[in-house]
């Protein structure tokens, strides 16, 4: 069966990095876009970054963009955030998903598949 599995979320402090990982298994990768969501307490999940089957074509939340860099590597069907200038605005659950179809996205239901989130907590 297809399984996302992330990874590199931490407890950081406001402005420091972290880079998260989401490797998938179960499905050809390269055929499909990615993204990542994230979910703060309290409120509903949202949509973080995108990139294309190819990796040639990505996509941001204004909130993120400048900050955080969405790439992927077909080679490892792995898919990397990496995120910059961190804020405590940017404490959530994060998760990746895998693409009904190659191109990106911004829209949850164009994603079939979830990984189960890894923590990232902002200190301020």
């Known amino acids: 069966q297809v399984q996302l599995v992330e990874s590199g979320g931490g407890l950081v402090q406001a402005g420091d990095s972290l880079r998260l990982s989401c490797a998938v298994s179960?499905?050809?990768?390269?055929?499909?876009?990615m993204g990542w969501f994230r979910q703060a307490p309290g409120k509903e999940r949202e949509f973080v970054a995108t990139?294309?089957?190819?990796?040639?074509?990505?996509y941001y939340a204004d909130s993120v963009k400048g900050r955080f860099t969405i790439t992927r590597d077909n080679a490892k069907n792995t898919v990397y955030l990496q995120m910059n200038s961190l804020k405590p605005e940017d404490t959530a659950v994060y998760y990746c998903a895998s693409g009904d179809y190659g191109g990106r996205s911004t829209r949850e239901y164009d994603y079939n598949y979830w990984g189960q989130g890894t923590q990232v907590t902002v200190s301020s």
């Open positions: 179960g499905r050809t990768f390269s055929n499909y876009a």
């Open positions: 990139i294309s089957w190819s990796g040639t074509s990505t």
